[in-house]
C-alpha cells in the first residue's frame, strides 16, 4: 500500500497505525504487549526503512531488507510490516531492486510506502501498490486541536500555514521562527505559480535553486499549493506541472534546469 499526501499530514503516523492494529492482541486500548511494541519502535516484526544523512535510501538498504524478509517472523502470530518511510527518497536502482519484492512479498508480510505524490515514483512501483491519499485535515480541526494545546499562540494563523498538516501545525506552534521561515517559504511559492510573467517566475525559481538547504521545503510547498489549485479550481495544469519537476528532480536532472523548466510550463 502506498500512502501518499503533503509533508506533514500523518503518513507515517498511519502507517505506525496500521501496523500496530495488524498486531494487536485483542486489546481496545493499545495497551496490550504487541501495541506497546509497535508504538515503542522495538516490535521485532515491524521493520522501518528510512533515508538515510543524504535524504536517500540506497540499493544497500533495499538488499538488506530482501534478506530479512526471506527469514520468518520473530513471533509466529504476528504480521510482519514493512514501512518504507519517504519512498519517494528511493534511488532509481533501489526502486528498479524492489519491484520483485512487491509483486510478491513474502506470506504474512504487509509493505506500506510513504510519499508525498505517487509521481515521485516508478509508474512500475505505484502499478503494485494500492493507493490510499490522506487528504489534508480541515483548518478547523487543527485550529481547534492547537487552541486546546498550546494556549496563546494564533491558531487560525498557524492552521492556515499549515494547509491541513497537523505535524507542521505543531512545530510552527512549538517554534515561531520555523513559522516565520516557512512563510516566506510559502509567499516564495505563491510567485511562482500564480505570476503571470515569464520573467518574475524565472526569478522565483532561481531564488529557489540558490537556497540549497530550503530547497526540499520548496518542493514539498509546491506540492501542496499546487494540489490546493488543483483541489479548488478543478484543473490539473498546475499540478501536473510541478510533477514534472519531481520527476526531473528524481531523474537527477540539475535543479536549476528543473525548476527554470517548471516556470516555462507554468506559463
Known sequence: MLLHGITGVGKFATAIEIARRLNCEGCSDASCRSCRMVAGGNHPDVVILRPDEKHKIGIEPVHELQHTLHYGQYESASQRVVIIDSADRLTLPAQSALLKTLEEPPVGTTIL???????????????????????????????????????????????????????????????????????????????????????????????????????????????????????????????????????????????????????????
Not at 498550546?150 to 512545530?171: E, F, K, W
Not at 522565483?204 to 490546493?228: F, G, I, K, N, S
Not at 520527476?247 to 517548471?262: D, G, I, S, W, Y
Open 113 to 267: 510506502l510513504t510519499a508525498t505524490s505517487p509521481s515521485a515514483l516508478l509508474p512500475t512501483v505505484v502499478s503494485r501498490c494500492t493507493l490510499l491519499f490522506l487528504p489534508p485535515v480541515p483548518d478547523d480541526q487543527i485550529t481547534a486541536f492547537i487552541q486546546d494545546a498550546y494556549p496563546g499562540v494564533n491558531a487560525a494563523s498557524i492552521a492556515a500555514l499549515s494547509h491541513g498538516a497537523p505535524r507542521l501545525a505543531v512545530a510552527y506552534a512549538t517554534n515561531p521562527e520555523q513559522a516565520t521561515a516557512d512563510q516566506v517559504v510559502a509567499q516564495e511559492v505563491e510567485s511562482l505559480l500564480q505570476t503571470g510573467g515569464l520573467f518574475e517566475r524565472l526569478q522565483a525559481a532561481t531564488r529557489m535553486v540558490a537556497a540549497a538547504d530550503q530547497r526540499e521545503r520548496y518542493v514539498a510547498e509546491l506540492v501542496t499549493q499546487a494540489r490546493t489549485t488543483a483541489r479548488t479550481t478543478q484543473s490539473s495544469i498546475t499540478l501536473d506541472a510541478v510533477e514534472r519537476l519531481l520527476q526531473r528532480l528524481r531523474a537527477n536532472v540539475n535543479p536549476k534546469t528543473a525548476f527554470e523548466a517548471l516556470a516555462v510550463e507554468l506559463g
